[in-house]
């Protein structure tokens, strides 16, 4: 859990993925996944009608990060958008997407409960 009542769920296999991302989030839901690489799908969800400030968006985006194999680098990019950007291509295996309106995060990996930390995540 995160500040001003946003959470983070994190997706562990591509079927865990496939489940957060179609099944578990709200069109409006941050969606985060490191750029290139296989790691898990991170939903960003908040109180109804909620928009998530910049730092908020920067938390989540690391734990991204943390949750990849990127895990051990130093800054790392993060795709994000909203779960209704989020798109699976017809015959794709578990854990495949495409998505649109991309914002790039340029993050340091950190767990949940160090994410956002001084030091821990950059602009």
């Not at 562990?12 to 941050?30: K, M, Q």
Request: hydrophobic letters at 35%; aromatic letters at 6%.
């Amino acid at each position: 859990m995160l500040a001003d009542g946003w959470q983070v769920l994190v997706g562990r296999t591509d079927a865990d993925n496939d489940y957060l991302s179609f099944r578990v989030a709200r069109p409006n839901d941050g969606w985060f996944h490191v750029r290139g690489q296989s790691g898990s799908h991170v939903i960003l969800q908040g109180p109804p009608g909620a928009d998530p400030d910049r730092q908020t968006l920067q938390r989540a985006a690391a734990i991204a990060a943390y949750h990849s194999k990127a895990r051990d680098a130093g800054v790392v990019a993060v795709s994000g958008t909203r779960v209704r950007d989020v798109t699976k291509p017809r015959g794709a295996k578990a854990g495949t997407v495409q998505i649109r309106n991309e914002r790039v995060f340029k993050v340091r990996p950190a767990r949940g409960d160090l994410a956002g930390e001084p030091g821990r995540a950059s602009a």
